[in-house]
């Protein structure tokens, strides 16, 4: 379910034309907030005016940005809303950094059943530690010889 500051991010980004829009949520994920919006700009001005838009259309509807970051250079610009985090890129930034497969993932839950394959797949060899040489190295040395 969208919330009325989703909706608003979303038409804000449509009004400049941001090219491939994508909402992810991400409250099984972490605390820090509840969606993130991802989209790109053809150029670092096109960036810097769909981020522009979403502060102008955000403190017109009284929800004011808790921080912008990136506004400078224009390539990669982050609009922190509190419940949204929007982040407008570039498509070089957004090809490098992969956003969404960072955080498209599924919720921890469904990977916590399985822990005491972890801590066994951990070790390594035949589940004995290694031993230390008496000089503290790793065995035989690999010097030359005299």
Known sequence: MKTPLVTLVEAAVDDIKALDRKIIDVRELTTITDYMLVCTGTSNRHVKSIADNI????????????????????EWVL?????????????????????????????????SAKPAKAAKSARSGKGKPRKASAKGGRGKPRGRRR
């Open 79 to 111: 609009v922190d809303l509190g419940d949204v985090v929007a982040h407008v890129m570039q498509v070089q930034a957004r090809a490098f950094y992969q956003l969404e497969k960072l955080w498209d993932v599924p919720p921890p839950a469904a990977e």
């Open 55 to 74: 502060i102008a259309k955000a403190k017109e509807a009284g929800f004011r940005p808790l921080g912008v970051e990136g506004m400078d250079a224009g």
